[in-house]
């Protein structure tokens, strides 16, 4: 077999593990070049975890090879997270990206529509400015004993 180029499951895994980090370097810089900087101040998450999130990409091999460094970092905390999410990215996403859309969601939801306070007579005057040309059709009855709110 050795005279064919085979020399051994040994072998033949240190290939494929070469292949499969070339690669992955490869796609790490590909990666690179198409995501652009960006300013965490805009994100919506803390900014400790929209450092974490945004730059997680950049933390592929060890650390001196990284694309981020200590001092980029905007605190201590949010370096220790990034060092953290590297070694557990599965949990980073699970548990802290997770918790914090799940908080966003809570707000869009509180942010729905309210009672204004407006009457049906009140809606009726704003809309007919609208479409002036249009006379609505009012489906509804006037409620006995009230007092039409002037317009």
């Known amino acids: 077999m050795l005279d064919m180029g085979y020399q051994g499951p040994e072998h033949e895994r240190a290939i494929v593990a070469g292949e499969k980090e070339e690669a992955r370097r490869v796609l790490d810089q590909d990666v690179d070049k198409l995501l652009v900087e960006y300013d965490i101040n805009e994100s919506d998450l803390p900014i400790e975890i929209a450092f974490v999130f945004h730059n ?32 557990n990215e599965g949990k980073f996403m699970e548990l802290v990206i997770r918790e914090q859309l ?23 005057s704003m809309l007919s400015v609208l479409t002036p040309n249009e006379p609505l059709r009012s489906n509804t009855k006037e409620p006995e004993g009230q007092p039409e709110i002037p317009a």
């Open 102 to 124: 799940k908080g966003k969601g809570k707000q869009v939801e509180e942010q729905g529509m309210g009672d204004t306070g407006e009457s049906i007579v009140q809606l009726e």
């Open 56 to 87: 997680l990409h950049k933390t592929r091999g060890e650390r001196h090879q990284w694309g981020v460094l200590p001092p980029e970092a905007p605190t201590p905390g949010a370096w220790n997270m990034l060092v953290w999410a590297t070694e």
